[in-house]
């Protein structure tokens, strides 16, 4: 049979490490350079819809995500400063049951040391952190990488494929493959995790809320097992404007909305603020470089579907590396089978964003359309997106 193929990958975040435990089911020998000293994750709160979690199940997480995370029973829609949701669209057992798998949520880390518990089971993976750097040779499939170890060691090695899975600023993207630098999106995204009982009659604590505002949205939903409330505020901001990240504080004003003033107290100078880029290339590969996630099409977070993206890739991507005769064939297929998918994620996020923030009179229209749906419009509307089953696309 002969030695294994060997994979590396730059980045181990979530796609990064679902890649690599997808790769080392089909016995390939992995190998991810970190640039951090451990497995880190920026942000709070995550979103799992069905379309990821049956992924994470195929790879043997459903017991570890099931301890650490929360089914919300739906998501309540509140406009305009409004004292009762307009709608609440369902969640619970009732989207499990239509498309085969929960929709939870659970904060990034935990997913992130779920997925690097699981990858130190296995032998085939290694995960070298504090990695200072990396340089590709590429010749068609001939690939060479060299890396900067941490104890000053230079790994050198011929791997049949390099998959950059290094986030929104992937050097993997713009320096090996000459794709384009991430573009600002004029929104901020601010995040916060306050205690249950300083929402205490605030929010339904059973599930997900929603805000519409023209000035702003705000999605909020409870982490039980971290006993906190995740907030994550989207104000827009022109890029002259950036500096009000300095101050910790999101400019948005209450007025007479008392739910949002608690809210905003809750917080107070704590968020933690982000600024939202994309990413939009035509080129995911070269040769045996390829990218996956962010890297490849960083989108805004109003689907709640990035990590999602980045999920699916790892389980369409891993079975071609295993089977496919060189990994130029394999990312070319890979891409066949993505990219039109994705640019339609990234399609429905960025009209989210606009329609989030609709104002008179373009918001009643909005508002009567939520409301004509129905709770369980969302089920017929996002088939197409939750049903997906990453697993059999990679077969194909």
């Known amino acids: 049979m002969g030695a294994p193929r060997t994979i590396y990958i730059a980045g181990a975040g979530i796609a990064g490490l679902t890649l690599a435990l997808a790769l080392a089911k089909f016995g390939l020998h992995v190998v991810v350079l970190e640039r951090n000293e451990s497995v880190s994750e920026f942000g709070a709160g995550l979103q799992i819809s069905?379309?990821?979690?049956?992924?994470?199940?195929?790879?043997?997480l459903s017991q570890a995500i099931a301890e650490k995370s929360f089914t919300p029973e739906g998501?309540?829609?509140?406009?305009?400063?409004?004292?009762?949701?307009?709608?609440?669209?369902t969640l619970g057992k009732a989207i499990e049951a239509r498309f085969g798998a929960p929709y939870a949520v659970m904060h990034?880390?935990?997913?992130?040391?779920?997925?690097?518990?699981?990858?130190?089971?296995?032998?085939?993976?290694?995960i070298v952190f504090s990695v200072a750097d990396f340089t590709l040779e590429s010749s068609g499939d001939a690939l060479t990488v060299t890396a900067q170890e941490p104890d000053g060691k230079t790994r050198k090695a011929k791997p049949f494929a390099f998959v950059g899975a290094d986030g929104v600023r992937s050097v993997t993207r713009t320096r090996d493959l000459g794709g384009p630098d991430a573009q600002y999106s004029g929104k901020v995204a601010w995040r916060a995790l306050v205690p249950p009982e300083a929402l205490a009659g605030v929010l339904d604590l059973d599930r997900t809320s929603l805000f519409l505002d023209p000035r702003f949205h705000l999605v909020a939903y409870p982490l039980p097992h971290r006993n906190a409330v995740?907030?994550?505020?989207?104000?827009?901001?022109?890029?002259?404007?950036?500096?009000?990240?300095?101050?910790?504080?999101?400019?948005?004003?209450?007025?007479?909305?008392?739910r949002l003033a608690r809210i905003l107290d809750s917080?107070?100078?704590?968020?933690?603020?982000?600024?939202?880029?994309?990413?939009?290339?035509?080129?995911?590969?070269?040769?045996?470089?390829?990218?996956?996630g962010d890297a490849a099409h960083a989108?805004?977070?109003?689907?709640?579907?990035?990590?999602?993206?980045?999920?699916?890739?790892?389980?369409?991507?891993?079975?071609?590396?295993?089977?496919?005769?060189?990994?130029?064939?394999a990312f070319s297929r890979f891409a066949a089978l993505r990219q039109e998918r994705v640019k339609r994620v990234q399609d429905v996020s960025a009209s989210n964003g606009k329609v989030f923030h609709m104002g008179f009179p373009l918001a009643v229209v909005r508002n009567a359309v939520i409301r004509s749906e129905g709770p369980e419009g969302h089920f017929k509307r996002l088939a197409w997106l939750y049903g997906?089953?990453?697993?059999?696309?990679?077969?194909s």
Request: proline residues 6%; charged residues 20%.
């Open 230 to 258: 995740n907030l994550a505020l989207f104000t827009q901001e022109k890029e002259r404007d950036l500096s009000v990240l300095d101050q910790r504080t999101p400019r948005i004003k209450p007025g007479k909305d008392n």
């Open 50 to 60: 069905a379309n990821a979690r049956k992924v994470l199940d195929n790879l043997g």
């Open 267 to 292: 917080v107070g100078k704590g968020w933690a603020p982000w600024v939202l880029s994309s990413v939009q290339t035509p080129i995911w590969h070269t040769g045996a470089i390829g990218l996956i």
């Open 299 to 329: 989108m805004l977070p109003f689907q709640a579907q990035g990590a999602a993206m980045g999920i699916e890739d790892a389980a369409v991507l891993a079975p071609l590396l295993a089977a496919s005769p060189s990994a130029g064939h």
């Open 108 to 126: 990034r880390a935990d997913l992130l040391e779920a997925l690097h518990a699981a990858a130190r089971r296995f032998a085939n993976i290694d």
């Open 75 to 89: 998501i309540d829609i509140f406009p305009d400063a409004r004292a009762k949701p307009l709608q609440t669209l």
């Open 388 to 395: 997906y089953d990453a697993v059999q696309s990679g077969k």
